[in-house]
């Protein structure tokens, strides 16, 4: 059985580390903790690994946020990978730091990467693991908050809850959504 696990975020070092890049610095460890390595691909960075006989496919869209869509539908196809065996990593401004939540299907909620894989690959029947940045910004600077750094403090506990979604991933894959959603939602 084979996945697809996405994780969203912006290409180029001025994107690097911040709350909208959460879902490449997620996969970026899943990827690591596999021992495996990314390589440039069509329209994303690809990378193959395996964890307990399942081979799970990386993707980091090189297509920008907005165009998320495009990479998700194209790999989906190339792999032959079903929207049921499909993971976004994806940040939340609804939840609060660091709380995570695992949802087979959903709206969008706004967010653009999630609207543009609604709008190519046709639905929202597809499981999101949402992590949360919080909405700690000023009335208007949304933007800002989002394509800005973590605080220090926030930067302090990264590590630690980077490893509990590359957890939640690991399961997704082996036990199913299902459960993990039971063990693992806050």
Known sequence: MKFLIVGLGNIGAEYAS??????????????????????????AYHAEVSHKGKKIHVIKPTTYMNLSGKAVNYWMKELKIAPENVLVLVDDLALPFGKMRLKLKGSSAGH??????EEVCGGQNYARLRFGIGDDFPKGRQVDF??????????????????????????????????TMTQFNQ
């Open 18 to 43: 911040t709350r909208h890049n959460i879902g490449f610095d997620i996969a970026d460890g899943l990827v690591a903790a596999l021992e495996g390595n990314f390589e440039f691909g069509r329209l």
């Open 112 to 117: 653009n990467g999630l609207k543009s894989i």
């Open 146 to 179: 989002v394509l800005g750094k973590f605080d220090k403090n926030e930067q302090k506990d990264l590590p630690v809850l980077i490893n509990r979604a590359i957890t939640i991933v690991k399961s997704f894959a082996t036990i199913g959504p299902a459960m």
